[in-house]
């Protein structure tokens, strides 16, 4: 598997595993400050004992201010305070602890990495390295050379671990606003057609209404005229607005099939689809598009799923279609159960009655899973279809 496939399926836990492995990395390596101030506290009794040690604990506290605001991305203006004020204890660390406050030399090259931006971290990243190397003028050669490298090392992977958590994070969000846009955008699109629909006609209503209620009251014929022309014109509307659900309604199952695939997988949902059978009749082929549709929204809307499945089985001549997804939330699943309507789950229930077929749904172990029961040919008798009018 790739990594565009591993990070595909990337997900809340994902993004939290990362975060507590970025921070558990920054806090640990911490530990490393236990070398100086030893050093200090033995070698260097009296004042310059107790500076050495405030010098080392301010550092490594600047140190972890910034890395695990960092790794919880919460960065603010402060922060660039804490970092003048950590390149401040670091130029002063030589001249008050001992050699060993190169073992704790990463730590500035590692706040410049995560607190600026672009090419600002890049050059502060180095920069601090000159700096350590600069204040280690006059100690072991092979000392300094070791030191340096394990400090670059280090302070590279502590910053290339905080940034990937964080971009991880700025990934999920990204995902989490695709797919409200993706919902809102399908909303809009059937606002648009009802209101290029009715737009005018309702105008046209509003305003013959208006001229209407200016008719003396003696004009008794032209004032039914204008409600006869009012009477047309609501007539239309309705006709126009039966038209719009109608076709919105007759959908394409396979265009749909592709278009919750392409939704999900913006998403960050892997999908698995099986083929569904080609004898389906277009009645109950256009019900299972409503079906899939639906499944999906209630995922983007109500789940943290990371993998969607389309299972179909065969019995006879009745077809089983499920979908389901890992990613349920017991408290909106409870919600969705609940949820009435004909845009709803609940509203599965008449679209799949009226072609001779049922719904049903269930949780089990993290999964929510949508079942279809649908007949695999064409019925015998004539099935009022969801979209027809009622005389």
């Known amino acids: 598997m790739g990594a565009p496939e591993r990070l595909t399926g990337v997900g809340p836990a994902t993004v939290r595993l990362a975060r507590i492995g970025a921070a558990v990395f920054s806090v640990g390596m911490a530990a490393f400050a236990a070398v100086p101030l030893l050093e200090a506290l033995g070698r260097f009794p009296g004042a310059r004992g ?18 695990v605001r960092a790794v919880l991305h919460r960065s603010a203006r402060r922060d660039l305070f804490v970092l ?21 030399g990463f730590m500035l090259p590692f706040a410049y990495a995560i607190t600026l931006r672009g090419w600002r971290a890049w050059t502060g990243f180095f920069a601090a390295h ?34 990937f958590a964080t971009l991880l994070g700025e990934l999920q ?18 606002a648009r057609e009802l209101h290029d629909v009715l737009g005018h006609n309702l105008s046209v209503i509003a305003m013959r209404t208006e001229l209407s209620m200016r008719i003396p009251a003696s004009q008794v014929k032209r004032l039914h005229g204008e409600l006869a022309e009012i009477h047309d014109i609501a007539r239309r509307s309705l006709h126009d607005v039966r038209a719009v659900v109608k076709g919105y309604r007759e959908m394409s199952l396979e265009r749909e099939l592709s278009g919750v695939r392409k939704v999900l997988e913006t998403a960050g949902v892997r999908c698995d689809f ?27 809307r109500h789940s943290d799923a990371t993998v969607c499945l389309l299972h179909v089985d065969t019995e006879g001549d009745r077809v089983l279609v499920t979908v389901a997804n ?26 799949l009655t009226q072609v001779g077929g049922s719904c049903g749904r269930h949780i089990e ?12 040919r064409p019925m015998a008798a ?7 009018d009622r005389k």
């Not at 989490?176 to 059937?190: K, P, Q, S, V, Y």
């Not at 172990?365 to 695999?376: E, H, I, K, Y």
């Open 50 to 67: 107790a500076v050495a040690v405030l010098l080392i604990t301010g550092l490594t506290g600047c140190y972890l201010w910034l890395g």
């Open 84 to 104: 003048a004020t950590m390149t401040v204890l670091a130029v002063a660390m030589p001249f008050a602890a001992g050699y060993s406050w190169l073992s704790i």
């Open 130 to 163: 000159v700096l350590n190397a600069v204040l280690s003028i006059g100690h072991d050669v092979n000392w300094v050379l070791f030191s340096s490298l394990q400090n670059t090392l280090t302070a590279g992977a502590l910053a290339g671990l905080t940034i």
């Open 173 to 190: 969000r990204t995902r989490e606003e695709l797919a409200r846009l993706a919902i809102t955008e399908e909303r809009l699109r059937f």
């Open 274 to 300: 099986a083929d569904l059978p080609a004898t389906l009749s277009p009645d109950v082929r256009v019900a299972l598009a409503w079906a899939v549709r639906e499944a999906a929204t209630n995922l983007l």
């Open 326 to 351: 890992d990613g349920v939330r017991e408290n909106d699943a409870v919600k969705s159960r609940d949820n009435v309507g004909g845009s709803g789950l609940a509203g599965l229930d008449e679209r």
């Open 365 to 376: 172990d993290g999964w929510f899973t949508l079942s279809l029961d649908v007949p695999g």
């Open 382 to 388: 004539t099935l009022t279809s969801a979209t027809g």
